[in-house]
Every structure is written in C-alpha cells, then in structure tokens.
C-alpha cells in the first residue's frame, strides 16, 4: 500500500475498452521516464518474485518494444510485446500491447495529467479489437459471483448489458 | 504477497468463452441457468424464441464449455457449467492483481529515483 493506492480504478466507459486510473506521487516528467526508460522500468516493473528477465524498448514512432518476465522457481514465462505508434513526451504515449498466449492484441493510450503539484493522473486506456474480447475482461467479475456460490453474478450481468 | 501468473488458458478456448458471453441474450441464458438446469422452451420464454433459435445459442454456450446438456429423455435440461468462467476470472483477476501491486511498487520507486530537470518541464 502506498498514499495513493486508493487511487487505482479500472471502468468500462464504452463496449470494447477498459480504462485504468491511477495517481502516483511525482510530476509526469519523473512518471514518464519511470515508464519509458528501461533503467527505470526494472526497478518496479519486475521483481525476485517475478523479474523482468527482457526489457527491450525503442521508445520512438514506429519503435518496438518487449519485456518477458521469468518465474525462477516455475515453469512460467511470460512475454509481453507491442510498437510505439505516438510518442508525447511527457503526456501521452499510443503502443500496441500483445500478450504472447493471450487475447489480443489491444491499442494503449496512456495519458499523464499533473493533478496537483508534485501529482501525476495516469489514465490507461486499453482497446480491445472487439467487445468479445472485452466482455472477457469484464467477465471476471461474472465469474467471480460463479466462483462464490453465483451470488454476485446478476450484477455482473447487469454490468456488461 | 506474491503474485504468479499461470500460463494461459488456450487462447482459443478462451476467445469461445469471450464470444459466447459478447451476446446479451446468452447472458440472459446463462443468468437463468444460475437457478438451475432449464429445457429449451424454458430458456426461450422470457425472449418469445423459437426453439431452433434457443438451440443455436446453447450451441454456442456449449462449444465454450459453459453450458452441459443432459441426458434426459428428450427435453435435455441445459445447466450451467463455471469452469471455463473461473479461467476467465483467474486470468483477469491475476492481470489486476499485478497491476495493482506494480503501481504501488513504481508509487515507492518514484520516491527513491533522483530528479532531472527535465521533469519540472
């Protein structure tokens, strides 16, 4: 936990995004190099748990990028890659993202605002190529009423209508 | 705590997951199976669908593993199946989860990375 952990929000403002908030404590210039520059994106992206074993980024228009995480003790790895379609820095950022065994591909916009001094608004909108694809992020709350004895999956139902 | 991510469910059985629940008529299907197995005329009464159209969305709902149909007699009674809907929560509640956790871990990161000018710009 950290001051602004409450901040984190994840909502569904159309049918085929899903739109992730989060407020950090520094302006978006420091934010943004936390982001974008590899040196950075080791310190907090990976960890022993889980290290970010490939962190390779060419943060410019038309430049790729890829990061795969490693689980020591297991079997697991998981890769991650994309291109960089629009590059502002330090506010705005477009990338492709793919997971290499999951659903996808999605279209990332990521927007930084200074909320206050010294406070960075992230907003992190992920488009998904068509609401089925969505509609199985937001399945999981559906299925966590499944999981639950099905108490909560009226609502969750309701909530992707 | 720690956060792991299982290697994925195959990704076509969950893009069938995904389709399956993209319908909101099949949502409906899988809300009513919640209280328990139901007959195809049972299934179509709340829409007015003809059988023939509510067996072509349980067809679907079947092929992604979240609806089993029965043995019994000719009416079949369609029941809902959770596994491939706990997969699809797994996954999702996993990629939250790590997210979550990331973000505090850049918050504490932020704190300690040296300022540059350039940030004040």
């Given at each position: 936990m950290t001051p602004w952990s409450g901040t984190f929000d994840v909502s569904t403002p159309d049918d085929t995004s899903i739109v992730v908030r989060r407020q950090f404590g520094a302006e978006p210039g420091k934010v943004w190099r936390a982001l974008t520059e590899p040196e950075h994106l080791r310190r907090w992206l990976g960890d022993a748990d889980f290290p970010l074993t490939t962190c390779e980024m060419d943060v410019r228009v038309g430049g790729r990028y890829r990061w795969v995480f490693t689980q020591p003790d297991g079997p697991g790895a998981m890769g991650v890659s994309g291109t960089y379609d629009e590059v502002e820095r330090p506010r705005r950022i477009v990338t492709t993202?793919?997971?290499d065994d999951y659903p996808g591909p999605s279209v990332n916009t990521l927007v930084l605002d200074e909320a206050a001094a010294g406070r960075t608004a992230?907003?992190?909108?992920?488009?998904?190529v068509d609401r089925a694809m969505r509609d199985g992020w937001l399945a999981?709350?559906?299925?966590?009423?499944?999981?639950?004895?099905?108490?909560?999956?009226?609502?969750a139902l309701d909530d992707l209508h | 705590?720690?956060?792991?991510?299982?290697?994925?469910?195959?990704?076509?059985?969950?893009?069938?997951?995904?389709?399956?629940?993209?319908d909101p008529t099949r949502r409906a299907m899988l809300t009513r199976l919640r209280r328990g197995p139901a007959t195809v005329g049972e299934l179509g009464a709340p829409f007015a669908m003809?059988?023939?159209?509510?067996?072509?969305?349980?067809?679907v709902l079947e092929r992604a593993g979240l609806v089993t149909r029965g043995r019994v007699a000719q009416?079949?009674?369609?029941?809902?199946?959770?596994?491939?809907?706990?997969?699809v929560a797994e996954w999702a509640a996993q990629f939250r989860e790590f997210?979550?956790?990331?973000?505090?871990?850049?918050?504490?990161y932020l704190r300690t990375m040296p300022d540059e000018p350039e940030d004040h710009s």
């Open positions: 993202e793919q997971f992230m907003t992190l909108t992920v488009r998904y999981s709350g559906m299925a966590d009423g499944l999981g639950r004895g099905y108490e909560r999956l009226d609502d | 705590m720690t956060t792991t991510l299982d290697p994925a469910p195959a990704r076509d059985g969950l893009s069938l997951v995904f389709a399956a629940l993209a003809t059988g023939p159209a509510v067996s072509k969305h349980l067809r009416a079949r009674p369609a029941s809902l199946s959770a596994e491939p809907m706990k997969q997210w979550d956790q990331r973000y505090d871990r850049l918050d504490d």
